[in-house]
């Protein structure tokens, strides 16, 4: 064994993959393998799988799910002028590739219980200038999906899925990655599904996948053989040794999900009576896959999320703060979207200040969970 760090890092992880015998001897196989005329054999069977999963007709393999979402955007010929209206609580990743297009971010409020965009909040920020919306399933949770879709359709909208935290989850018996015109996930190491770095755009509209497969590398499609450029382009493509590992963890895919219900189930049940907090929650129709456990303070401002983190870190308890406000950070200082969104995304200030995600890594044990929700309410007591 190598010398780790671990010392130095908390005792429990915040996340981190589950990895087996199956996903090594893929890759394994993969390096020995995927050249010459296999080397895009893995990447096409991870593609394959993957569209099968989630019930779409195409899945293009990328470096990640900022590539896949600026991919889906160039494919709606968004640019200079546009805006996209994002919900302001997510990963900035969410909104960044609105940016590279030229185009602008527009910050709409979250629903006080799903923490995903509300719908509400989404309507009232259209303009002339909205071309799409871009929905994220947020730390596994669905927004409400049937009435963005339809307020979209209406306003002559699209709807772009982010559901790099949803893999598994699923909206009135629909999986994540089947809404809108396209979807993209991430396989970054901290997701359910890993490739270490890596993404996927899922859609059922051949322009859409005939673009992207275009755009992601440098302009010409797979086949071309005489290296003539269409167009300026992105190189974002997947390596054969990343497609390896997540097609194989693809085909473990319902343990992987399985585990992560399990992980929140025994918090919700060493939490069940401690007062003066919520957990992550699943309406009716929602499966949640609790990408990220959280824990929302019932607001008690002599506790913020910073504090709790700190004191949490100290006994060894790895914790990260509910997403800040997109509109909150210092690289939207100056964005006149996002001063107009200080002022009316009253439920994304709200919570934030208040939230932690606890520690969801996928080998955490029972006793892990036990000991981390021990410390909670010592703490919150
Ligand atoms: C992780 C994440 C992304 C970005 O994924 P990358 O693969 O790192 O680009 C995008 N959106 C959300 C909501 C995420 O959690």
Redesign the pocket.
């Known amino acids: 064994m190598h010398q780790t760090v671990s010392s130095l890092l908390p005792r429990i992880p915040i996340s981190g993959p589950w990895i087996t015998q199956k996903e090594m001897e893929r890759v394994r196989e993969a390096a020995q393998n995927a050249w010459y005329e296999n080397s895009n054999y893995y990447q096409t069977q991870f593609e394959k799988a993957f569209a099968s999963y989630v019930g779409r007709k195409y899945a293009i393999s990328l ?7 600026h991919l889906a955007l160039l494919g709606l010929g968004i640019g200079a002028g546009d805006e996209v209206i994002v919900p302001d609580i ?2 900035i ?2 909104s960044a590739p609105i940016h590279y297009t030229g185009a602008r971010p527009v910050f709409a409020d979250i629903d006080a219980a799903s923490w995903c965009l509300s719908p509400q909040s989404f309507e009232q920020n259209i303009s002339r200038k909205t071309k799409a919306v871009i929905a ?3 730390y596994g949770n669905m927004p409400e999906m049937k009435q963005i879709l339809s307020i979209a359709r209406k306003r002559g909208i699209a709807v772009i899925e ?1 559901a ?2 949803a893999i598994g989850s699923e909206y009135r018996g629909k999986k994540a990655g089947g809404f809108g015109i396209a979807s ?5 190491g ?2 359910t599904l890993t490739t270490g ?3 996927m755009l899922v859609t059922d509209s051949k322009r859409m996948h005939h673009r992207a497969m275009m755009l992601r590398d440098h302009g010409r499609m797979p086949g071309d053989i005489l290296f003539r450029n269409k167009e300026v382009a992105y190189k974002y493509k997947m390596s054969a040794l990343q497609a390896a590992l997540g097609w194989a963890q693809l085909e473990r895919i319902d343990e992987l999900v399985e585990r992560k219900r399990e992980i929140f189930s025994w918090y919700r049940e060493y939490l069940e009576n401690a007062k003066g907090i919520t957990l992550n929650t699943q309406s009716g129709y929602v499966k949640n896959t609790y ?1 990220m456990v959280t824990l929302m303070l019932d607001k008690k401002p002599k506790l913020k999320k910073e504090r709790l983190i700190r004191l949490l870190r100290k006994r060894g308890v790895d914790c990260r703060p509910f997403f800040y406000p997109l509109s909150s950070l210092p690289a939207y200082a100056k964005s006149p979207q996002a001063r107009k969104a200080r002022l009316s995304n009253k439920t994304a200030y709200q919570l934030s200040g208040y939230g932690i995600n606890l520690p969801s890594a996928l080998r955490l044990t029972r006793q892990d969970v036990a000991f981390v929700c021990s410390q909670v309410q010592e703490l919150i007591a």
Not at 63 to 69: D, F, K, Q, R
Not at 184 to 188: E, N, Y
């Open positions: 470096p990640s799910c900022t590539s896949a979402l997510t990963w990743a969410s994220v399933d947020l982010d790099a935290e993209a996930f991430s396989f970054h901290s997701k770095e890596g993404g990408w």
